[in-house]
């Protein structure tokens, strides 16, 4: 837990000193947008340690009148506690170059990721500590064209995520909660001469209609810049997520007294 919480505090800090030099540039400019971001999460339980993971979302820009972004992720989770689990899994995202000034283009990447997470409680609250590892691998891309080949570079990321139910003592079947968490990434490669990748902070609320099923809505608002370029941006993302979970443990049989 103190190796953590050291992690935690080294990236907060290279944020602060990264972003401070990043916005003493001052031959860099700002792009803004308004953005929307749908989400699908499904987990299935396996076993008592084991889950099936997989997401899926569609981004658009200029509200929903361009495309931005569209993305699938499998993997799977071992849980070494209920309150410690690690993630591992596959990546494709399909990402428009309108930062680079070649809106007509979508650009494949391919990534590895490796998440751990640990969870905490504290009254009402449940406090989410998620760290993240993407081995990624671009497609190369030059003077507004897809070239063969994929570059490699590497992201790291750190989310602290709060819920706090409403309505109810804990998050249950009918509970309405609140949510607000922040996310800050770096990456480091050969090719990266920005290490500052960007920074997400979000607040919405979540509702749980059943044991297996759920939504969240949330208004995200994203800082960044380009790894390899000048071009800083910032988003309003407004978010929408469904959340499912499936057992598919099978059910003991209970034999009948004659």
């Known amino acids: 837990m103190i190796k953590m919480f050291k992690i935690q505090l ?3 800090a290279a944020f602060f000193s990264i972003t401070t030099s990043s916005k003493a540039q001052q031959s860099k400019n700002i792009y803004t947008d308004d953005m929307v971001w749908t989400q699908y999460l499904f987990r299935g339980q396996i ?27 499998p993997g799977v989770i071992y849980f070494i506690s209920p309150k410690v689990n690690i993630q591992a899994g596959y990546a494709y995202f399909n990402t428009n170059q309108f930062l680079s000034g ?4 979508m650009r494949p990447e391919q990534r590895l990721y490796q998440r751990l997470t640990v969870i905490q409680q504290a009254g009402r609250f449940e406090i989410k500590h998620r760290y993240r590892l993407e081995e990624r691998f671009i497609h190369n891309f030059s003077n507004g064209a897809l070239q063969d080949g994929y570059t490699q570079s590497f992201r790291v990321g750190y ?3 709060l819920s706090c139910p409403i309505n109810n003592v804990k998050i249950t079947a009918n509970t309405l909660y609140g949510i607000i968490f922040n996310e800050l990434f770096v990456s480091f490669g050969k090719k990266i001469i920005n290490p500052f990748d960007q920074n997400r ?3 919405g609320l979540g509702y749980q209609f059943t044991k297996g099923f759920g939504a969240t809505i949330f208004y ?7 790894a390899t370029g000048t071009q800083l941006y910032a988003y309003n993302t407004y978010c929408i997520a469904l959340n499912q979970t499936l057992d598919f443990r099978k ?8």
Do not use: C
Request: charged letters at 20%; glycine letters at 4%.
């Open 159 to 161: 989310q602290i995520y």
């Open 201 to 203: 902070i979000a607040m």
């Open 10 to 12: 080294i990236l907060i």
């Open 47 to 73: 076993s008592s340690k084991w889950h099936l993971h997989f997401d899926a979302g569609y981004r658009t820009r200029e509200y929903v009148n361009k495309e931005s972004q569209y993305f699938f992720r």
């Open 102 to 105: 070649y809106p007509e283009v």
């Open 220 to 226: 995200q608002y994203i800082y960044g810049q380009q």
């Open 251 to 258: 059910k003991e049989q209970t034999v009948p007294s004659n």
